[in-house]
């Protein structure tokens, strides 16, 4: 257990509804990164955070993804209008922040299933 | 980011020393050589990383090749929970705002008892 919690472990949802996914990082993490995996695949980044401002999303990220981290704690990934190929595991990070190395610890993901 | 390539699968047994290659032939001056390492079922862990010179830590150590176009991670004792897919990431933290890590496909580590 990194210390970094995700919600729900598991969601399974029809072509076309909502779903929104909730991370929690350790405590004293300044920085939050959202990453999608697909079987066989590395993570591929999707948005990063630093306390509550969103400082850079991945082209991946089309307008159907929406990322918030209200007051710089917890963080939510939402999905408008799911899609088949959103079908993926998606995984929460955190990091201590400033200058040089930042190890990333990650939660241990939420499995989306789009029927 | 520059490209890193990893073989995509190796097998060692259990108790064995195992080294893990990675090839960077396009790493910068001020990129880092990370690898973090994804147990089954679960999110990726940090095991390790260095700049120029070889680094040990309890998890493993890191031998950089002087030239620093390839690396190799060093498992001195491979044990059945070191079965997990290997990913060695080059990320440069001169690079302003970008925090972001950039990962390959990996190398998929089984380990025979």
């Known amino acids: 257990d990194t210390g970094v919690s995700q919600d729900p472990r598991h969601k399974i949802t029809k072509r076309g509804q909502n779903v929104t996914f909730r991370c929690d990082p350790i405590?004293?993490?300044?920085?939050l990164y959202w990453y999608r995996q697909t079987l066989g695949q590395g993570p591929e980044f999707l948005t990063y955070?630093?306390?509550?401002?969103?400082?850079?999303k991945s082209r991946l990220l089309s307008d159907r993804f929406s990322a918030e981290r209200p007051k710089g704690s917890f963080s939510t990934l939402e999905i408008q209008r799911t899609e088949q190929g959103d079908s993926a595991m998606y995984l929460c990070a955190s990091s201590l922040g400033g200058q040089g190395f930042d190890e990333q610890y990650f939660g241990p993901g939420t499995r989306l299933t789009v029927t | 980011d520059a490209k890193t390539t990893q073989p995509n699968s190796m097998e060692s047994n259990e108790e064995e020393p195992v080294h893990l290659p990675c090839n960077h032939s396009t790493i910068s001056g001020t990129d880092y050589i990370h690898w973090y390492r994804q147990l089954p079922s679960q999110g990726p862990e940090y095991v390790i990383h260095g700049l120029t010179s070889n680094v040990n830590n309890r998890m493993a150590s890191l031998a950089i090749a002087e030239d620093r176009k390839s690396s190799t991670l060093i498992l001195h004792r491979a044990t059945l929970r070191d079965a997990a897919v290997y990913y060695c990431i080059l990320r440069d933290y001169n690079a302003g705002n970008n925090r972001k890590l950039i990962w390959g496909l990996g190398t998929s580590l089984a380990v025979n008892p």
């Open positions: 405590s004293e993490h300044n920085r």
């Open positions: 955070f630093q306390n509550e401002a969103q400082l850079e």
